[in-house]
């Protein structure tokens, strides 16, 4: 009662009687109107009548109910006028969630309600600033169709399939920006499953469903709101559809049964691979997972250990399946935002390279703790130079520590550049994998031909090998 907010938190009760005047019982009596709301549901027809008794030293609601309908029934015809721990459940939801939603101080259910609120804005106003930007919204828009009454999330709609999936990655793709308001939403999802778990006794699959289900509510809603901006846009403000858009927002399985239009088969292909390609790249990341899982356990027997093969295999299986559609789709831009990942490496690798410099200044150890200090600031920009002096050993365990995470980095990092079907130079720079293959033939080929031309002026007998590895190097070509 104190915690919501119906009777004053310093209210003592010391005799029968003491609740009289102290309770809000308007607030009351709509939670108890809005639980038998929501238990009436489990009944064809039910008729009740309750009354709230105060004169005692607990608060209680005496209720009388009826099943007008047919209800539940025994065998011989007469109804079973049983409450199911379900109706028993959703009873008490339902006082609950109207306690929560008429307070004067937001809780959690209401917080919840506001930050969905919170996340659609903004959801909202960043589709209208994308349509500067980038042709997302511009697709959905291709995938619409006429009829706007269908423009809502969950219509089940055939003609809606395809622009709600493309709306649904596209909200996605926006929960991941700090400023969106996802988290703190999804935070306070959360806050509301975990008192209602703690208060009604849920089990962990309620639980679970209550948090799946408050996290649906939030992309429904912002997907919703997407809908709504662009239901905004005048029909003068509208483009020509192009061929390529009509076929993007044909159904997978018209496409597949026309093959005659290169356009269309080109559309299927470029969805089909895609498609491959997120399923090998989850399948991969899957069992790379289990595998770090399975080795970092101390306690594993020699007979299990034909499971981590098998992980292995899986692993390096996937890999190379995705490695073939990142060929296919070699033209992609890349999703990933690799930026701030790889200036950190760059500069935990100089910072790395200075700390070696330093130890190996010859010049720095002939100096007094604080000018070698001050040194190594200068010159190198790096703290740590009287180290060199003092204890040279601490510089070298700095070095072997450094190394040691910019090699975890790097690790962690090439495995992002894998999954975008690219390679990091040793100089740092993000190139297509491909583009790093043809580097290293071209090489390759220049320093032979090199070789040979050499050879040719010196010794003309080699002529003969020069043509055919000429003839070797086309074929390869």
């Known amino acids: 009662m104190k915690k919501n907010g119906l009777v004053d938190k310093d ?234 858009i009509d076929i993007a927002g044909m159904d997978m399985s018209d496409l597949a049964n026309d093959h005659d239009d290169p356009i269309k088969d080109f559309g299927f292909k470029l969805r089909s691979y895609s498609s491959r390609l997120k399923h090998h790249t989850r399948e991969k990341h899957k069992y790379m997972e289990s595998k770090k899982v399975f080795e970092n356990n101390p306690n594993v027997h020699s007979d299990a250990l034909v499971l981590l093969r098998f992980y292995e295999a899986e692993e390096e299986y996937n890999r190379k399946l995705q490695s073939k559609y990142l060929y296919f789709l070699n033209f992609m831009p890349r999703k990933t935002d690799i930026s701030g990942p790889l200036s950190e490496l760059a500069l935990l690798y100089q910072m790395k390279e200075n700390l070696i410099n330093m130890s190996n200044n010859e010049h720095m150890k002939t100096l007094t703790k604080e000018k070698a200090e001050r040194y190594g600031e200068f010159v190198y920009g790096m703290k740590g130079g009287g180290l060199v002096v003092t204890k040279p050993s601490a510089i070298d365990n700095l070095i072997k520590s450094k190394n040691k995470d910019y090699e975890r980095k790097r690790k962690k990092f090439s495995e992002i550049l894998e999954d975008e079907g690219c390679v990091m130079t040793n100089d740092h720079k993000v190139v297509k994998k491909q583009l790093m293959i043809l580097k290293m033939l071209s090489h390759l080929i220049c320093t032979i031909f090199s070789t040979i031309f050499i050879k040719m002026f010196l010794y003309p007998t080699e002529m003969l090998t020069y043509l055919r590895l000429r003839l070797i190097i086309d074929m390869i070509s």
């Open 11 to 244: 209210l003592v009760i010391n005799k029968a009687g003491d609740y009289r005047g102290e309770v809000d019982q308007g607030r009351l009596r709509s939670a108890i109107i809005n639980g038998m709301r929501k238990f009436g549901r489990h009944y064809d027809d039910l008729v009740w009548i309750g009354v709230i008794q105060f004169d005692t030293k607990h608060i209680h609601c005496h209720l009388c109910m009826m099943d007008n309908g047919k209800g539940r029934l025994y065998k011989d015809g007469t109804q079973i006028g049983k409450i199911s721990d379900k109706a028993r459940a959703d009873l008490r939801r339902g006082i609950d969630l109207d306690l929560d939603l008429s307070q004067s101080i937001r809780h959690m259910s209401s917080q919840a309600v506001m930050d969905r609120r919170n996340a659609k804005c903004f959801i909202k106003k960043f589709t209208h600033k994308a349509f500067e930007l980038n042709g997302a919204p511009q697709l959905i828009m291709a995938m619409l169709p006429d009829d706007k009454r269908l423009w809502r999330a969950n219509t089940h709609n055939k003609e809606m399939k395809r622009a709600d999936d493309i709306t649904r990655a596209y909200v996605r793709q926006i929960f991941t920006y700090p400023e969106s308001g996802y988290d703190k939403a999804v935070q306070k999802v959360y806050a509301y499953a975990n008192a209602r778990a703690e208060r009604e006794n849920l089990s962990d699959a309620e639980h679970r469903k209550l948090i799946k289900n408050g996290k649906q509510m939030i992309e429904d809603d912002c997907v919703n709101g997407v809908y709504s901006a662009l239901k905004d846009i005048n029909k003068r403000d509208k483009r020509v559809r192009t061929p390529l």
